[in-house]
């Protein structure tokens, strides 16, 4: 038996084939398209994340900075205070100690006012003793400077309490170390 080929076949063939590559660039097309838009948002994607990855340690660098400056002018307004004291104490107050405690207090609360804008609420709530503790200490000290101390203001109750200031500076810097993701020792 002899199978028998409609002659609609071979137009049928040659249609699909013509259509077939008629439609190929414009499939071909979108396949690439849509590979490229695929291809720019992952690349978009990667951008964003190296951007926000930089602006992350930017910020860190920044706080890090920040929590340092803070440290280091707190522990020298705090001498400072001390030397201030031991000097008013002893009645050997200079013009220049009154040039050094006003410098080292205006440096502490700039330091401290732009922490106010960096820090966790951790690290501001630590600060705050610290911060509270050095204001409510300077001033005592003038009190006492001007022979007006007040009832908790003598030079032992206000050296007493800079010693235990120093104290607060361990849960203060534990406070920043934890924001900054430094693991204390």
Not at 52 to 61: V, Y
Not at 140 to 150: H, V
Not at 169 to 175: G, H
Request: charged share 25%; aromatic share 6%.
């Amino acid at each position: 038996m002899e199978t028998v080929v409609s002659p609609l076949v071979p137009l049928v063939v040659a249609v699909v084939g013509i259509i077939g590559t008629l439609l190929s660039p414009i499939v071909s097309g979108r396949l690439t398209a849509r590979m490229q838009r695929e291809l720019a948002a992952q690349q978009l994607q990667h951008a964003r994340q190296a951007r926000d990855d930089d602006e992350r340690r930017a910020l860190a660098a920044e706080k890090r900075a920040c929590y340092v400056t803070v440290n280091a002018t707190a522990r020298w307004y705090r001498i400072v205070q001390m030397n201030y004291l031991h000097a008013v104490h002893e009645g050997r107050l200079r013009e220049e100690d009154r040039g050094e405690f006003e410098a080292a207090r205006r440096a502490y609360a700039a330091a401290v006012a732009e922490a106010q804008m960096l820090g966790s609420p951790g690290v501001l709530d630590e600060m705050e003793i610290i911060f509270s503790g050095l204001s409510r200490t300077f001033q005592r000290i003038k009190r006492l400077e001007l022979g007006d101390p007040e009832p908790d203001g003598s030079f032992d109750d206000i050296r007493a309490d800079l010693l235990r200031l120093w104290e607060q500076w361990t849960s203060m810097r534990t406070a920043m170390r934890q924001d900054l993701g430094i693991h204390n020792p």
